[in-house]
């Protein structure tokens, strides 16, 4: 299966910084997808990148694609309280495969 | 756009009794549905997906079972339940037709919390 596998496992920031977190994959893709969770919540779609893209923003999201390396990055800019939750990347060609996750916490 | 309805939120059954999970998609047709579980401070498993009625694929042999009586309702079953079961199960939804060289964003629903004891 094509598991994404998130980087760092647990990040905590001050409101303001931004937030990078990474993911690595192991096979070719077609997409990358970024989600975000809510504690206790259903997943979120945030983000979806194709192969062929390297770099896609949305709102404060930046997210990169590196097919060589076989990696993405989500960054989130000037960070809020509100974007305190568990970030997962997601790949797969005919079914998603989750990796475990980033957990962010954002200080005020 | 979609919304999908998962119930109850949460439930505590004893080991040895039989579950349902339900989970229901309004706002579209023909969906392809999922059933993933997530562990505690683990990532998600795909356990189920379903392109139509009738139609289950099952990703990792468990206790557990799923059907698709009805276009936009998928329910996840178990006769006797395991302490192993515990976990936050998701429902999750995308377009049809999807899978295949692009997927598309899933949709999910707000998971039901298991604990079995």
């Known amino acids: 299966s094509q598991q994404g596998e998130e980087d760092p496992q647990a990040l905590s920031i001050q409101e303001g910084e931004n937030a990078t977190m990474n993911c690595s994959y192991k096979?070719?893709?077609?997409?990358l997808q970024w989600y975000r969770q809510n504690s206790g919540r259903g997943l979120v779609h945030l983000i979806l990148?194709?192969?062929?893209?390297r770099e896609k923003h949305s709102g404060r999201l930046r997210v990169t694609l590196d097919t060589s390396k076989k990696s993405s990055s989500l960054l989130i800019t000037a960070s809020r309280a509100a974007d305190t939750a568990s970030y997962f990347c997601?790949?797969?060609?005919?079914?998603?495969?989750f990796g475990k996750g980033t957990m962010l916490l954002v200080s005020p | 756009s979609q919304t999908i309805h998962q119930w109850p939120a949460t439930l505590v059954q004893p080991v040895g009794s039989p579950l349902s999970l339900e989970c229901t998609v309004e706002g579209t047709s023909n969906p392809n549905l999922y059933w993933y579980r997530q562990a505690a401070g683990r990532g998600l498993q795909l356990l189920f997906y379903?392109?139509?009625?009738?139609?289950i694929s099952s990703e990792v042999p468990q206790n557990l079972s799923a059907s698709r009586p009805q276009d936009r309702q998928f329910i996840l079953s178990s006769k006797k339940l395991l302490l192993s079961d515990s976990g936050f199960y998701l429902c999750a939804c995308e377009p049809r037709g999807a899978r295949g060289f692009y997927n598309s964003p899933l949709h999910f629903g707000n998971g039901t919390r298991l604990t079995v004891t």
């Open positions: 096979t070719s893709i077609n997409n």
């Open positions: 379903s392109v139509g009625i009738g139609q």
């Open positions: 990148i194709r192969s062929n893209e």
């Open positions: 997601a790949t797969g060609h005919s079914t998603l495969t």
